[in-house]
């Protein structure tokens, strides 16, 4: 069983959806509780069992109730749990911080959560094992990481507690003392802020708050101020540069209090991990912020200590720290001293690479003392960053990827900043000899990586420098030299081509590149043309094509060349793609600016495609582009051709088929895909069921006991017998109001599973859905291999009245467990007394046999009255027993292809008694959470 | 100050990568969903966010030339904070994952983004992201070694050891330590000293204070007027305090020799109590002034249990070690070899070892090979691309040693290939070690070591100089440019 749960826990949290397709939230919630209460199973299976509740606990408790209740449960565990299971209590502490937090019972002031912040605080508290083993330690440091989340999720929260806190922390001399300290800076933090936020508090409240005794009336106001406290500004950070604004609290300049609180704060520090430094310098950062009344100036000896680190964190808080106080802790020369390091670490040896890049990072969001722009999220040069200084970061070859394009970003700005002249030009010239390093590494054929780089280099050269020609002419040249060497670089070209014309709108280097290779690919001789190259070459004319500047006259050239059949076998062979790859070419010429100059060349190769071409269907499309050409005049082709080229053309990066071939044919050939659902299935109502076991009182089944059971059993030798459930769905609009699809037709409806526990469903078709008739009613038949609940996708391909086809996904349906019940499959004449020695046939042998079978009893409280209505609307069609037979009802419940439900039920004194007997263990956990269901509406 | 969860990721022995564990904070989550407000982007299941995560480093569709969302030129990875575009009901960006991966490890973290979502924030305003790294980079450590070379074999049984480390370290997405090398010894302090939280446990014993000092020297020689040659020298300081007490003082301090270049950008450990600001003030980036801070350097701490790397530096020297030159010459089938190596005067010649390499790419494998040294021995590798020429522990007096000769390149198969060397671009590569000297003349005094407690320690210190990227370029050939230190 315990490897089987690592199983089940894996794939439940590899895949919670998919997991809990194939039960529910309740039965997988009420077999995890189960499993820890139950004294065989391990503790280190049960802590496997809780990191369900701490990764998704909200998956598993859908309402804020379920998780009180739950929480209630785990905290009993928790009571019954021996001391020394310590890693067990661990975890459990946290699953109860998951669940609570996340189901907002914190928020609301739960029971649960009370209780839980009782235990938490007692745990805190509770040091008498320190002059023993301290082996309690690890609980009170989770306890204590629990009571900070809590405090972080529902700021405010331990404000109340905050002088019991402090004492804790001065008191604890065990490395404890961090979880401690951080625990009682961000209370500290949070009551501050709570403060700032209530009119007229000052240094009297800030006095009483630290030294505990909250007057009565600042109480109230503190409750009301949590439940105001909706929005989530306290849970952020309140250091946010140069435009952000930081509450305050006017205290005047007498705080010695809290001054004296922060001072041990900050001389401790020295004693916790770097990572636990950073946080409680930013909290520090914060509450110095908020409170005027303390100087910035508290953090002036601790400076050196932190600029000299070699550890991210604590410099990255020094840096927020600059950002928060700027000129009034850090000096200029400070801020030179800064940025100096910043580019230092940028590049030194001994960092990481992310590492490095991350300060690279900072630099290009300098907390300047004296910002000129207002820094809003734009990378910006600090004023100090001279070239000279930033040259230690220029990019080599030898750099990876990451580092060499963030750091030709960073010089480009440089030198951007210092014109042509002088350091920028020289800086410029070195940029672009590093360009043509990266060009040659291409061109003598480095890996994909390398490529990916060249191009983005490539990119941000010309971003920031495409106005300096005498490089953007050099570039062109050299990249066409490229092209030609490695043709498979063509989708890289136009990507760069595409690129550069859409950022650098005013620049016309993407028209100069194209031109320049439209140049060198009609140029080059033909002898030696694979039918690679000959492929992209045309993927590089069709972009060509598409820049009214470029004239055209040598592409035609060029297309005639290669299919005139005299001088290529390009026609003969009548390689598909490859003609549609020179349609595609003709296309773009068809709807070309200069189409009138174009017009004989272009019906010549048109004409040529049609006699020559192998291959019919190019033959037929190039005759439907000539009798366009010939036929139609300008604007027409234009517009003909127009809702194509939109959706065909560069745009368009998933060049399909439909878009190659059908040019202004595309959307009515291609499936669109719909943005939204446009409709559902949703359960149709029971149709009133036509005459039911009762009605047939007169006939009757085999004599005996014995002969039904067989007779029944014989029925299965047909393994097709009763293996089916059929569903009646209905399908409907969803309610959104696009008129557009109030008419559907032919709808084809596709299924797949989620599981494996049903056979694959046939498609279903349906004429048509239109929004003001009667919705039309689909019959899903479902044949189980395990009659368990399931989930099914479900989409739909239909024409609207456009004539366009559409794929549309529809909400998964949901199968219940009850879908799956059917009346015991007896053959129609049998009467009561067959169906009832069936059912105590059944009920025998599964009380006998123990294999697979189960027996259980579910217990509730219900009226009699309740009892009938019950049976009545539930268990009507699958009763074995005679209605009025009040005493007790014997219903079977029979779940293809071949597992049985028996239920005898009967009021006893205290609760109605569910006696259950299956055949099938496994189906246990459904039938009780769907009598739950049933028993509790 | 948290990150919303947690990824492994690793290579299995097919080249597939998988997500080895991931760990999701619910009560982040929770946070991050009344942060982000409308623009709250939900962590997607495992397969998904693997998948995304393999798009945006460039390691999807590795068979395929060009995938637009991969390769786009306009697309420059942010590296260490990529942008995950989710698709489907749940759409977004999910930002920022950062990301590290060594060897057959990839990392990854979400840290919560605690400041208003729109505009984007720059990364630098986040605490959680530097965080995040160093959560990261201890991980890392923890289950591949700390060494140069990844080790995977243990790989599988410490990545079951994950859960119980992050329990200590990461309980509830919020960082609060990296994961230590040995278990928490039992505490023993009683004391009304507060213990560093940094500190495992208390050393019971004789003292004993270790101190080392590695100088690194890299070096790009072109032997070519018109690119001046480059060199740099790193040092590293790694100490390993075995003291008693809960808070004891140690001190230790470099000097330099009289006319020693100071000592610059310093980096130090936590542990170091306090700094003297004239000792952080030179850098490598600022121009040389005379009137510098030349030690003696003063480092103030109180020692963790396990070895660390106390402080580093850079420094300044007038010369490299090793002056090389490296000629090559194409004649017929053949290729002609000189190289000339000299050893400065001021370096001591006592070797450990010291090697220089000679690889030959995008040529066929060598045949003939006929070469003279004029000192140590020659080797062809196996692969015969690569000559080795081992010089062993000593240079001969006059301190210069050359290599003069001919390769056939008249092997079978074809070598290796770098889409960096090509034609005549080449270069020899020197590895060596000299044992007690620096380049920077640095040095830790036995003596100068202070520790502040009852008993007498035994105080051990030691120095050496290593080499690593030691470049001698062919002459002849177009080399590449490695920095631009020399423009300016």
Known sequence: MAANWAERISAFSRRPSGFLSGTTAEAFLAELLRELRDDRATYSVKILLLSPLCEHPTLLCCSDSVGEETALELMSVFAQCPPKSVQFRCHLLLALTSVLICTSCVKSHSRASLDFLDVLLQIAQDTSDIHTDGSQRPLRAIACECLRELEACCPGLLSQRLELLGGLWQQETSRLHQAYAELYTLVLRNAIYQLTQETGAGAEHLKALLGGNTSAAWEADQESGLASSKDSAILSSLILGPMGTVPTLHTGPDCKELRSVLSTLLDESYLLTPLCQATLLHRLTEVVAMVPGVPPAIFRTHLLRLLGTSEVSLLHATLLLKCAFTDSLFSSEDEAFILKRLVVLSQHLLLSTPEKLFYMDCILHFPENRPISCGDGDETLPVLLTPQLASALVPTVFNDSATLLARFNMLSLVYLEEGEEGQGGQGLAYLYEHLSSLLSMVENGCGRELVVTFFRAAFLFLYYFCHVERYSNDLTKQLCQLYLNHTKLAPHFINLADQTQDRLSESSWSVGLLKALQRVITEAPLTQLTSHDLSRHLKMLARVAEEGEIIQQSTLTFLSSIITPSSSSLCTGGDWRLGNEILRVCRHLLVHPSLDSLLTPLADVLQLLVCHYADMEIQDHARLYYTLLTTLSREKLAGVLAQGMEEGGRQDKKQSLSCLIGEGLTSTLTIQQTERAVFRLIEAPPEPRAGDINSNEVQKGPEEASASMEAYRDQFSDSSFASEITLQYQLVHINSHDSHFDQLFSIRLHFSLTDHHYEELGDISVPCLLRERPSAIVQLTLKPRKPYPTSLHASAIFTSPDGHTWHTTLPDIHVAFQQTFLPLPVPSNWGRGGTLSVFEGLWDEICSESGDSAMSLFCCQLKEAALNTLVEKHFLPFLISDASHKEEFKVLFFLPPRSHILLKVSSEEDAVHFNIATDNWELLSHINSYLLKITSL | ?488
């Open chain 2, 1 to 488: 100050m948290t990150v919303r969860g947690l990824w492994i990721i690793s290579h299995e022995n097919g080249g597939n990568l998988s997500i080895r564990f991931s760990r999701r904070f619910s009560t982040v989550e929770h946070r991050a969903k009344s942060l982000a407000g409308s623009s709250y982007v939900a962590v997607p299941e495992e397969s998904t966010f693997l998948q995304l995560l393999l798009t945006e480093l460039g390691l999807s569709d590795s068979g395929k030339n060009y995938v637009a969302l991969r390769d786009d030129c306009l697309y420059r990875p942010r590296s260490p904070a990529l942008e995950l575009h989710v698709d489907g009901p749940a759409k977004g960006i999910l930002w920022p994952v950062l990301t590290v991966s060594q060897g057959p490890l990839i990392l990854a973290c979400l840290p919560l983004v605690d400041v208003p979502p729109d505009p984007r924030p720059p990364l630098a305003s986040l605490l959680s992201v530097s965080q995040g790294l160093t959560l990261l980079a201890g991980l890392q450590t923890f289950l591949l070694g700390s060494g140069s070379k990844p080790d995977s074999e243990g790989l599988g049984s410490r990545l079951a050891m994950v859960p119980s480390v992050l329990l200590q370290v990461c309980p509830l997405g919020t960082p609060l330590d990296v994961p230590l090398p040995g278990t928490p010894t039992a505490p023993t302090s009683v004391g009304t000293q507060k213990q560093p939280a940094w500190k495992t446990g208390l050393h019971r014993g004789r003292a004993v204070v270790n101190v080392g000092l590695i100088e690194t020297v890299r070096s790009m020689q072109y032997g070519n007027r018109s690119r001046q040659d480059l060199w740099d020298v790193y040092g590293t300081v790694t100490c390993k305090c075995e003291v008693e007490g809960v808070l004891p003082n140690v001190t230790v301090t470099l000097s330099l020799p009289p006319n020693g270049s100071p000592l610059q950008d310093i980096l130090v450990h936590p542990c170091v109590t306090s700094l003297d600001s004239s000792i952080l003030t030179a850098s490598s980036v600022d121009n040389y002034d005379g009137s510098a801070f030349s030690g003696p350097y003063k480092f103030p701490f109180s020692p963790p249990l396990e070895p660390f790397r106390l402080c580093s530096y850079t420094s300044e020297v007038p010369v490299p070690p090793i002056l090389g030159s490296y000629q090559l010459k194409e004649e017929e089938n053949q290729l002609r070899v000189s190289v000339t190596l000299k050893l400065h005067e001021s370096i001591k010649n006592s070797f450990e070892f010291c090697n220089a390499h000679l690889p030959f790419f995008n040529r066929d494998q060598m045949g003939v090979v006929d070469m003279k040294v004029s000192s140590g021995q020659l080797d062809v590798s196996k692969e015969k691309n690569l000559l080795v020429w081992v010089l062993g522990q000593k240079f001969p007096k006059s301190r210069e040693v050359t290599m003069e000769g001919k390769i056939n390149f008249s092997g079978p198969t074809p070598g290796p290939s770098d889409p960096l060397c090509t034609k005549l671009t080449a270069y020899v590569k020197l590895h060596f070690k000299v044992p007690d000297m620096t380049l920077s003349g640095c040095y830790v005094d036995q003596h100068s070591v202070q520790v502040y407690s009852s008993a007498k320690p035994r105080i051990v210190t030691s120095r050496e100089l290593q080499s690593k990227e030691y470049y001698i370029w062919n002459s002849t050939g177009t080399a590449p440019v490695s920095s631009g230190q020399m423009m300016m």
